[in-house]
């Protein structure tokens, strides 16, 4: 696949970014994609190994090695760098249903697992899947896939993000009548409100939307199943219903003072900027939330980065990020071998941002937050941190991240934003369909399988499989489709 000898010849290249100081003036998308000659020849450079790792989507070492969605890679790649973008769109949409989400905010994990990583850097597969999708939207290629005959039956998808669309659209263009049903004003889930408009525009959120609406998908919003409607009447309504709404119960910081005002979960905090965006058609701004103040974001993951860079966004005076764990090292440690994920250290756009602005990275690593101190009106105006350690737990014999006595320092903060994590699905929800859930408060399911507890109720994306990626939702989506397609019709080619 792509040249034999293109590896050797040509240098990885990736589309141009706007400088950080330019970018920061709004919320646009700041990436300029390579011309198609130059994305030719980065799809030259696919190696032609054998062994093709990018797209075996296997776990090693505890973390997925390659695409989850199988994608073709090799074959895509061959596609881009002959020039046969249709062939290349087409091979893509085999076994992708969004690879216009995915080519924005997936982290890569093809090139991670790329072969090219051995003696040098890996294809730009992310860069040439968002050339071939791109391209074909640019030439129409990209139609609605209206069924020709229609089965009868009615599925109701509870949630709009990542996983809850990828079934509708596979259930739709199977022929089945689907409604996704969405707790928010706008459709999107994850899409929508928890990835700023930068990473992912929204206007390319609706593109597809306004696409799978055409093809027969309904959508209904302002509806939160579990309190606005019943369980047993969407199980009357329905043959079939997919729980895909995510792992929205976010961690919270438990210690003295977090009843301050100012204190936000990221995911709020994110979504209510973008909200502010949308409702406005991006002519309001909503400053007021960090302009001229001090702000500090806990956790060190991709949420963490994007509540960074929408802060610098809305003016704010300082930025610290704190992570809990010790600073990652630059290179591959020997514990740590290709093709295996690089648990290396990552300065995304957000950290650059901050660079830029305030001439330091926000991270802040092995520290956490011991108090939150509050002024007479009860907002939050100092955090007490302290240093962590690790440790040997001498019952469990698991390593532990403890206090160092000592350390302790207070800092001023005007905004804190919680980018903790998720601990799992709402417990309406679960409980609303009297559905099981494991230790982790995701619902249950047999080993690779997408039916719950209870008749008639799948489930799919985060709420399933915990916290985890765009890509992983699609893929969910996308099994969990074929799964109640099987049940209704006794066989599936999905």
């Not at 019943?230 to 792992?247: M, N, S, T, Y």
């Not at 400053?287 to 966004?313: H, W």
């Not at 005007?414 to 369909?433: H, N, Q, W």
Request: proline content about 6%; overall charge positive.
């Amino acid at each position: 696949m792509g040249k034999p000898t293109g590896f050797l010849e040509y240098k990885r290249e990736t589309a141009k970014v706007l400088p950080p100081k330019v970018r920061i003036a709004n919320f646009k998308e700041f990436r300029t994609p390579l011309n198609k000659e130059k994305q030719k020849l980065q799809g030259a450079r696919c190696m032609a190994c054998g062994v093709p790792f990018c797209q075996s989507g296997m776990m090693i070492g505890g973390m997925a090695s390659g695409c989850p969605l199988h994608n073709l890679v090799p074959e895509t790649n061959d596609l881009v760098y002959t020039g046969n973008w249709k062939q290349a769109f087409l091979r893509l949409s085999k076994t992708h249903s969004f690879p216009e989400f995915t080519s924005r905010v997936c982290p890569a994990l093809c090139e991670a697992a790329c072969t090219c990583n051995l003696n040098g850097e890996p294809v730009s597969t992310k860069e040439n899947e968002r050339a071939i999708i791109e391209t074909a939207y640019e030439n129409g290629w990209v139609t609605p896939q209206i069924p020709e005959v229609r089965t009868g039956k009615s599925i109701a998808v509870i949630g709009s993000g990542p996983s809850g669309l990828a079934a509708a659209q596979q259930l739709n263009r199977r022929g089945h009548s689907v409604t996704v049903f969405e707790r928010k004003d706008r459709v999107g889930g994850l899409l929508r409100y928890g990835i700023p408009n930068m990473k992912l525009d929204k206007a390319v959120v609706d593109r597809r939307i306004h696409l799978m609406e055409e093809e027969g998908v309904k959508f209904v919003t302002n509806v939160n199943v579990g309190k606005d409607i019943k369980a047993e009447e969407l199980l009357k309504q329905f043959d079939r219903v997919i729980l895909a709404c995510g792992a929205s119960n976010p961690r919270d910081i438990k210690v003295p003072g977090r009843d301050a005002k100012g204190i936000y979960f990221a995911v709020d905090f994110l979504g209510q900027v973008t909200k502010a965006l949308l409702d406005s058609d991006f002519a309001k701004v909503p400053y007021e939330l960090a302009k001229g103040k001090n702000v500090l974001v806990i956790g060190g993951g991709d949420t963490g980065n994007d509540c960074v860079g929408t802060s610098i966004r809305l003016g704010a005076k300082s930025v610290i990020q704190l992570e809990m764990m010790p600073k990652p090292p630059v290179e591959r440690t020997p514990s740590n071998p290709w093709p295996q994920w690089p648990r290396v250290l990552k300065t995304d756009y957000g950290q650059e941002e901050a660079i830029a602005v305030f001439g330091h990275d926000p991270r802040v690593y092995q520290t956490t937050v011991t108090e939150f101190i509050k002024d007479k009106n009860g907002n939050v105006c100092q955090a007490k941190l302290t240093k962590l350690k690790s440790e040997k737990d001498p019952k469990t014999g698991r390593m532990m991240m403890v206090p160092v006595e000592g350390t302790e320092e207070v800092i001023p903060v005007d905004v804190v934003l919680i980018a903790a994590g998720f601990l799992g699905s709402e417990k309406y929800v679960t409980d609303a369909f009297k559905v099981a859930i494991n230790g982790r408060t995701n619902v249950d399911t047999k080993p690779d399988q997408y039916q719950t507890s209870v008749d008639k109720v799948f489930t799919a994306g985060d709420m399933h499989r915990g916290q985890s990626l765009v890509v992983w939702a699609i893929r969910e989506g996308r099994e969990a489709a074929k799964a109640v397609d099987e049940s209704l019709m006794g066989y599936s080619y999905l």
